[in-house]
């Protein structure tokens, strides 16, 4: 079992930036996936960003790649989200997620664990 707890979150202007970071307390935090999701008001949960065990890999939903970027320090227990020229589309509540599993994914259904979340507000 992990317990997630996501920080960083605010207001911030159009193209500005944001780091969001997710703690992990508990065992299995390195033998877990990890995923950032967002939800917009009214909407369902939609994937972000995931990335390896190991942080070797990550995959990253179109609309964020190339102004993302996903990491992780496993002696920190942390997991990081580098959100760079924001826009107001990206207003959301961020949640982090983790998946007991070596195999990453994008659907929410198979994470295990999830944060609280965090509100980003991109004012323009």
């Known amino acids: 079992q992990v317990q997630l707890v996501e920080s960083g979150g605010g207001l911030v202007q159009v193209g500005g930036s944001l780091r969001l970071s997710c703690a992990a307390s508990?065992?299995?935090?390195?033998?877990?996936?990890m995923g950032w999701f967002r939800q917009h008001p009214g909407k369902e949960r939609e994937f972000v960003a995931a990335?390896?065990?190991?942080?070797?890999?990550?995959y990253y939903a179109n609309s964020v790649k190339g102004r993302f970027a996903i990491s992780r320090d496993n002696a920190q227990s942390t997991v990081y989200l580098q959100m760079n020229s924001l826009t107001p589309e990206d207003t959301a509540v961020y949640y982090c997620?983790?998946?007991?599993?070596?195999?990453?994914?994008?659907?929410?259904?198979?994470?295990?664990?999830w944060g609280q979340g965090t509100q980003v507000t991109v004012s323009s």
């Open positions: 997620a983790a998946r007991a599993s070596i195999i990453i994914v994008r659907t929410a259904e198979y994470y295990n664990n």
């Open positions: 508990g065992r299995t935090f390195s033998g877990s996936a």
């Open positions: 990335i390896s065990r190991a942080g070797g890999r990550t």
